[in-house]
């Protein structure tokens, strides 16, 4: 088994909520956002990240890479605890982490040309220098599936795949270690998602990277993930290699998830569990178990205890307090 690139012990992220009246702002509660999450993310693998809107996926990936701070817990990266890490240290891990985000349009200067946007983070880390900064990333558009004389062509002048192969290739410029890929084909037609993951998957293997994937799509995070995450509210519910997940999943949440997947098959007779209502508010969130409240198998027992991460098969973990 291939060494830990990434270890998150405890993480929590609490956003403060104010009330005010007049002048005075007053503390009301917290968004408990990310919640007492344990993660290992090994060298070289892919993790696919799942769950509804307002889970907790997009926020734990900023908090994982520093770009908001921790209310506490561990980020052990490449053996070092970022959380704790000084100046020198924490720059060193901007350059080998980076994201590639949603919507290629706004996350990209339109007033840069490629070449600009593709050097900004060789230039901030100085990684090279001089013509070295425009070879690498002639190189890295060129990876990317785009071509050499469209370098200083601006983000407009490029439909909506192309702009996030150039997102793409500005995340590798710098020559990082680790990706996070935040719903990064969601916006993009089917049939250039499946171009832009085959590139992800072809740069993955061609610059040793490791990828933290968030998705929607469980069709997508199947055919790309080596294991997967499951979040619900804050914490992580169920963790498995991918192909137990699909075939034995031990969560109510999950195997709603997969239902929700359309099925073109007539002859199942397999009765389909439908999630109903929606995610409770993460200021306050249910006792016990947090998903009792839309489980259809909750017992009363579900509302009184929290449950304890259970493992089975030595790989596959789930926080429920009854076997599926």
């Known amino acids: 088994m291939s060494e830990a690139l990434f270890e998150i012990r405890g993480l929590k992220k609490y956003f403060p909520q104010h009330s005010r009246s ?15 999450v344990d993660l290992t993310i090994r060298r070289g693998m892919v993790l696919g990240v799942v769950g509804e809107s307002g889970c907790g996926k ?10 908001i701070p921790a209310t506490s817990g561990e980020i052990i990266f490449d053996g070092h ?3 704790t890490a000084d100046s020198k240290k924490k720059r060193e891990f901007r350059r080998r982490v980076n994201m590639v985000f949603q919507d290629p349009f706004n996350s990209l200067d339109p007033q840069m040309t490629v070449a600009q946007i593709v050097t900004e983070p ?12 425009l070879y690498r990333a002639v190189d890295m558009i060129e990876q990317c599936g785009l071509f050499a004389d469209q370098i200083y062509r601006y983000p407009h002048q490029f439909s909506g795949g192309q702009r996030q192969r150039i997102c793409i290739a500005r995340a590798l410029a710098a020559e990082p270690d680790f990706i996070v890929c935040d ?3 969601s916006s993009l037609d089917v049939s250039i998602q499946a171009q832009v993951i085959n590139l992800l998957l072809d740069l993955k293997d061609k ?4 990828y933290m994937f968030i998705t929607h799509d469980l069709n997508v995070v199947r055919f790309i993930s080596d294991e997967i995450v499951v979040m619900y509210l804050g914490q992580v519910v169920e963790k498995a290699p991918k192909d137990k997940l699909f075939e034995n999943t031990r969560h109510p949440y999950t195997e709603a998830l997969l239902a929700s997947v359309p099925v073109f098959d007539d002859d199942s007779n397999k009765i389909r569990l439908v999630l109903e209502g929606d995610i409770p508010s993460p200021t306050n969130p249910p006792s016990g178990c947090r998903f009792h409240t839309r489980c259809p198998k909750a017992m009363p027992e579900c509302s009184e205890r929290v449950p304890e991460l259970k493992v089975t098969d030595g790989d596959h973990y ?3 307090h009854f076997d599926s």
């Open 22 to 36: 007049g002048i005075i702002k007053k503390l009301t509660g917290h968004v408990r956002a990310v919640d007492d």
């Open 122 to 133: 060789i230039k901030a880390h100085k990684t090279l220098k001089g013509k070295e900064q």
């Open 207 to 210: 610059h040793k990277l490791t």
């Open 81 to 83: 605890d970022i959380v």
């Open 318 to 320: 789930y926080r429920c």
């Open 183 to 185: 719903e990064a084909v």
């Open 58 to 67: 997009s926020t734990l990936a900023r908090v994982m890479l520093d770009l």
